[in-house]
């Protein structure tokens, strides 16, 4: 085997050479790489010369961490030495840290020569004599056991003058929260020996030198509100909990209705088994398969990315997985551990280089492989089944008409004489802004004109004060379940009412024409093509291409202009960067002050407490940006499903980041500040404080610890695991017992409002943004210490697998039935897949220049200062606009047109016949006009999931969809 002089030297020469391309260092590095494990190396264990490991050699003592710290070659046992007692091998360095029983600073010494000599970071306690353990002066990592009076003198660090009891050294003045701390002389004996001079943003200076937090009223008041209305909500539902069930037969239909709203198989009333393969099977469209392979796909990236980093761990050394967590109770094991970390980082960080290098080929390799073959897959679904969009073409630029005009006739006679081909019907988008409501009743008292029930009237009571408070929650929330109990016997659903509302509307410039078969539609899209358009009252209306399923449309939205819809994306993008500096303000500046008074140096770390009020503040801005995007995206008034979720993924995940971003510079910035105030070091013997360059800084072992950490309970945690753990109970259980409670509890609570309040949520493709940001924090990981790596990855690929099997069992089971058949998210999700890949390319070049530092200087790489930033950021630029190039002229190519199928004899009836959600029945006002204006009988039913068995037929009118006898029963 190569010694690891002669690999180290190898190392050099490929970056002392200033004229060596940097594809020519990670090439030389991927080598080293592959030689080292050809080899089965221990890169960096010494060896005597009889070739024994002079680690364990008969003659060589056990050495101790700090002891280890300081020889030529530290190799990976340096770790399994007294601190933590950690076991040897991997198994150990994963384990080790739970089965530490005994901390080497538990003993003390006997020794009384240590009062009168400096030693390099002693493992004991001083002996009792002179119990405290003082730094010296000019010699780094040396301390001298002194006397009480004694902090401060004999050589020692002049301002380290408080004898502390507890961990029994001469430290710094530290006061919780304070930016200037003075201490007590030398010798002074007094109660009070430190004092803050000036306090942190965020902290007042009191009487006693002491910091108080500002502000600490508006958190106890949040607190108390937060309890109140906790108790508030538990009393509401103890409440009718305990109420009687009185009925019986609104809760059975009620889940009757919640039954039928399911994905079923054609032609069966039992819904998909749980084992389905929802990446094979197409059950909800071409979307929802890619999603799910979208989901499978990064968990395989991540076990890959894992199993090689863990390979590295395994030949190479198995301190990788220990590096930056190391924690340290003193200052003398503190400072051992930042020069045996940073020398052993260096050592190592060839296989940091050479993992990125893999990770980055294989991220982007894959990415577009897996573009490519998903491309495929919707050319093949839309290939193979006759959707609806297979017989549509979208007729834009209409003139405006009055809805007392026979506009369908008009153009269905327009578009025959334009491409030869008369259409089986036009489905038209009316502007019917301000009377939704009059709509959406009247459509519901049709439902329930087929579904009567007998309502109920009891008597009013006296409820008093809680039970009217109680009564007005309850009604609350049938409210936002739109259950309305008195809402079909008013004026606004008699027939007049509604004609004459139908003849008040106008229309939108956009209209859907159906065809009876594919090859008139093709056909007639190609005469349109030709013509420049179909003349509608003189004026030339472009004929296009549909791809979105008609279930997905939003027919509410189509008079909303692109002017107007852009103006409402601009005000919801400020409104989402308001509420990031509004939680960042309010809540999280105010945490992030609270935990800078913590050194992270010394033990003195935050405890569960902070971590746990860290995890509902990420959680729970997390769940803001989510309300926020969701409801920014909605106000945008998209056409289409589509369009709308994928608006909430650029929206959700730009806030994502923004709010990482600011959250982690702040908690960087003031973690920093009070190391500095502490007088931490850095590995070469500074103090934090004396680093010129960010560079320095961010290198150093005190801020890549605090970062490291932070970023992984930001992880793990806070956003791979709390926000997945509890939808399920928000989404699901709770809302399904409290319909039970509430239905049960009011009779007059029947039929369609039995089955609203029982209603499956709605299955949304937001769960792309929630992957894009996951891999996006994972792959920040490897810009710090090595350890988090596996463990960030790791928690990755749990977190993923349990959300793959709940997004599965919510598909089957808890949505409303749904048909992804567009792919505009998936291909989105694919663009932003660009993003972790681009943080990759970053991160290697920032690695690989640190790699050609200088292993006892900070900041010393080929890149310095600003060179190092600019290059960072020119090699995520380039490879983020590289990536979409190739996803633009490699994979979209592979694509084809939706609307083409290879059986051609498939007919418009025949589809429709298997496919209640048509363009037809899925227009609120069209299925209105049919039986109103244009008198149709039977006329359109609207389709409603779970109301399939409704619907009745009349081919003529495109309406072909009927439940047989045997799936009704």
């Known amino acids: 085997p190569i010694s690891p002089i002669t690999l180290s030297n190898l190392i050099a020469d490929c970056f002392t050479a200033r004229d060596t391309s940097f594809a020519t260092m990670i090439g030389q590095s991927v080598q080293l790489c592959l030689l080292a494990i050809a080899c089965d190396l221990s890169l960096s264990l010494p060896t005597c010369s009889t070739g024994e490991d002079c680690a364990v050699s008969a003659e060589q003592p056990k050495w101790s961490l700090v002891q280890s710290s300081t020889k030529t070659h530290p190799g990976p046992r340096a770790s399994e030495l007294e601190v933590g007692h950690q076991k040897p091998g991997l198994v150990g360095h994963i384990l080790g840290d739970s089965l530490a029983t005994k901390q080497p600073e538990e003993v003390q010494s006997t020794d009384t020569s240590l009062c009168s000599k400096d030693v390099f970071a002693r493992p004991e306690l001083c002996p009792a004599v002179c119990p405290y353990a003082a730094e010296m002066q000019n010699e780094f990592c040396h301390f001298r056991c002194v006397q009480r009076q004694d902090c401060g003198l004999l050589g020692t660090v002049q301002n380290a003058t408080i004898p502390d009891d507890e961990i029994k050294v001469c430290r710094h003045c530290k006061v919780e929260a304070c930016a200037k701390c003075v201490a007590a002389k030398p010798g002074d004996n007094s109660t009070k020996l430190e004092r803050c001079v000036t306090c942190m943003p965020g902290y007042t200076l009191n009487e006693e030198g002491e910091c108080d937090m500002k502000g600490i009223s508006v958190f106890i008041l949040i607190g108390v509100v937060g309890a109140v209305a906790t108790v508030g909500v538990i009393w509401w539902y103890v409440t009718i909990v305990l109420k009687p069930c009185v009925n019986d037969d609104g809760i059975k239909e009620g889940l009757q209705g919640r039954h039928r709203m399911k994905l079923f198989p054609g032609g069966s009333d039992e819904p998909y088994p749980l084992t389905t393969n929802l990446m094979a099977t197409n059950i909800a469209g071409p979307g929802t398969m890619a999603m799910f392979r979208y989901e499978a796909a990064v968990i395989l990236w991540a076990v890959v990315l894992l199993l090689v980093w863990l390979g590295f761990a395994f030949f190479v050394s198995s301190d990788l997985l220990i590096l930056g967590t ?518 290697l070049v920032f690695k690989a220049n640190q790699m050609s530092a200088d292993p006892h200087k900070l900041g010393s790489g080929f890149l310095q200062g600003e060179q190092l930033w600019y290059s960072i950021a020119a090699a995520f630029a380039l490879h983020f606009v590289v990536h979409q190039c190739v996803l633009e002229f490699v994979v979209k190519p592979f694509s084809s047109d939706p609307g083409l199928v290879d059986d051609k004899t498939v007919t418009y009836d025949g589809a429709a016949k298997l496919n209640p959600a048509t363009h037809f029945s899925t227009n609120p006002v069209h299925c209105l006009r049919s039986k109103y204006i244009l008198k149709q009988n039977p006329p359109q039913v609207m389709y409603a999931p779970g109301k399939e068995h409704l619907m009745k037929l009349n081919p003529e009118i495109g309406a072909c969809f009927q439940v047989e006898a045997k799936q009704l029963k």
């Open 326 to 843: 190391r924690n340290a109770s003193s200052p003398q094991l503190l400072c051992a551990v930042v020069a045996w970390g940073h020398a052993r980082q260096m050592e190592l960080i060839w296989t940091k280089v050479s993992w990125l290098s893999f990770a980055y080929v294989f991220s982007f390799a894959g990415a577009i492989v897996y573009g490519i073959q998903q491309s495929k897959m919707f050319a093949r679904c839309n290939n193979e089944d006759a959707t609806m969009p297979s017989f549509a073409l979208k007729l834009t630029n209409l003139p405006i008409f009055n809805g007392s005009e026979a506009v369908e006739e008009r153009l269905k006679a327009a578009v025959k004489v334009a491409t030869g081909f008369e259409p089986l019907g036009v489905s038209v988008a009316w502007n019917y802004e301000g009377c939704e409501k009059q709509v959406k009743h009247a459509l519901e008292a049709e439902l329930d004109e087929d579904e009567p029930v007998e309502q109920t009237h009891a008597q009013e009571e006296d409820l008093g004060a809680l039970g009217g408070l109680e009564k007005t929650i309850t009604d609350k929330v049938l409210h936002a379940w739109h259950v309305h109990l008195d809402s079909h016997g008013d004026d606004h659903s008699s027939p007049e009412k509604i004609k004459q509302m139908l003849e008040g509307l106008k229309t939108t410039p956009t209209a859907f024409v159906v065809f009876r078969d594919q090859a008139s539609r093709e056909q007639a899209l190609k005469a349109a093509i030709a013509k420049g358009g179909v003349e509608v009252n003189g004026e030339a209306c472009p004929m296009e291409t549909c791809c979105y399923a008609p279930e997905g449309l939003f027919w509410e939205n189509f008079h909303v202009s692109p002017g107007t819809r852009g103006w409402k994306i601009a005000l919801s993008t400020m409104a989402l960067l308001a509420s990031c500096c509004v939680w960042t303000f309010l809540l999280y500046i105010p945490y992030a002050l609270y935990m800078s008074s913590f050194s992270f140096a010394n033990g003195d770390e935050p405890g569960e407490f902070s971590e746990s009020i860290f995890i509902v503040l990420v959680v729970g801005s997390q769940i803001g940006l989510f309300v926020v995007s969701s409801m920014g995206a909605k106000f945008a008034q998209f056409q289409s499903e589509d369009e709308t979720q994928r608006t909430y993924t650029i929206f959700y995940n730009a806030a994502l980041i923004l709010n990482l971003v600011m959250d982690i510079t702040l908690q960087t910035f003031l973690s920093y500040q009070q190391m500095v105030g502490v007088g931490a070091h850095v590995s070469d013997g500074r103090l934090l404080g004396s680093l010129s360059s960010f560079q320095e800084i961010f290198e150093s072992y005190p801020i890549q610890k605090s970062v490291g950490k932070l970023l992984y309970v930001y992880c793990w945690p806070c956003t791979f695991l709390v926000p997945f753990m509890a939808e399920p109970f928000v989404a699901w259980l709770l809302p399904y017992f409290t319909a039970q409670m509430l239905v049960g509890a009011n009779k007059k609570i029947r039929g369609e409002n039995a089955v609203k309040a029982f209603e499956l949520g709605e299955m949304e493709q937001g769960r792309y943004a929630d992957i894009i940001f996951n891999v996006i924090l994972v792959v920040c990981i490897p810009f710090i210490s090595p350890a988090y790596l596996a463990w960030t990855f790791g928690a990755l690929i749990v977190s993923h697998i349990y959300i793959y099997l709940f997004d599965q069992v919510k598909t089957l089971r808890y949505v409303v039935k749904f048909n992804f058949s567009g792919p505009d998210v998936h291909w989105l999700g694919m663009q932003l897949w660009a993003i972790p890949c681009s943080i990759l390319a970053g991160a």
